[in-house]
């Protein structure tokens, strides 16, 4: 098979949570190039219709599904939301996440428990939901869990987000034990694991520290509205059959130091 075909997405169906703005809209945009319909997730339906309009202007064919999946609750609907539309997922891109800035000590428990809900309960939750609907059924699927590289250390100083890098250590050791588990299915689950890029959540802490992340980083900048969409074409696509329960890095090379 050509390499064309392995990364040829052409009728498949992608599902992108958080994928009204940043890296989400990023990932959706590649997936969307490569021939999938893309349905998007995230809690403004403003933003989602924008990124929906701007796909469409790319001629991607893709679905708004407003939700807050911070809500367990709400999971399957998102799922059914997507099968009335277009019949299937094919690909799971599960990014949407948060972040809270405390130390440790005086972390307030509200704020634990909303980024664990969404960061780590929603991945799973979601996963389990197409797993089960989608993908085991038809021994095939993709899922992909946007992790970070704060979930496979610690943090340089000044950067109190314990219950962020928590939740993201538990979604790479997620990905390790589904992959683990569901691979008799034939399914693929990987994770993708990125550095500092500028984005919402970001923009606070990049001020303070951006220098010092530039230079910390071996390839000296922050990542690019461009450099996720070869990882997430990659792990999507049968180019990536033979790859499961591993966390590609993309960071400029920061983690190495």
């Known amino acids: 098979m050509s390499l064309k075909r392995l990364l040829d997405l052409s009728g498949k169906v992608a599902l992108v949570t958080g994928g009204s703005r940043g890296l989400g809209l990023q990932m959706a945009e590649a997936l969307g190039e490569l021939g999938a319909r893309v349905a998007l997730t995230a809690r403004k339906a403003a933003e989602l219709e924008e990124a929906v309009r701007h796909l469409g202007g790319q001629g991607v064919e893709a679905l708004a599904v407003p939700v807050d999946l911070g809500r367990r609750e709400a999971i ?20 949407a996440g948060t972040t809270w800035g405390a ?9 634990w428990d909303k980024v664990m ?3 780590i309960d929603a991945v799973f939750f979601l996963s389990q939901e197409v797993g089960r609907r989608c993908m085991i059924p038809r021994r095939s699927g993709k899922v992909i ?5 704060a979930g496979l250390s610690g943090n340089p100083p000044g950067m109190n987000t314990i219950a962020y890098n928590a939740s993201k250590g538990a979604a790479v050791n997620l990905t390790r034990a589904l992959a683990a588990e569901w691979g008799r299915y034939n399914l693929n689950v990987n994770a993708i694991c990125p550095g ?3 984005s919402r959540m970001t923009h606070g802490l990049l001020g303070q ?7 910390g980083t071996p390839l000296g900048r922050l990542g690019g509205e461009e450099d996720l969409k070869g990882a997430v074409a990659f792990l999507a696509s049968e ?19």
Not at 76 to 95: H, I, K, M, W
Not at 240 to 247: A, D, E, I, L, N
């Open 117 to 119: 809900r969404l960061n």
């Open 103 to 111: 130390p440790a000590e005086s972390h307030p428990a509200e704020a």
């Open 239 to 257: 180019a990536s059959r033979h790859v499961t329960g591993q966390c590609l890095v993309v960071d400029g090379g920061a983690s190495l130091w």
């Open 145 to 149: 869990n946007v992790a970070s590289v």
């Open 196 to 198: 500092f890029f500028p």
């Open 76 to 95: 399957p609907g998102v799922v059914e939301a997507v099968l009335q539309r277009f019949g299937t997922v094919d690909v799971l891109v599960n990014n």
């Open 209 to 215: 520290i951006g220098k010092e992340v530039v230079a």
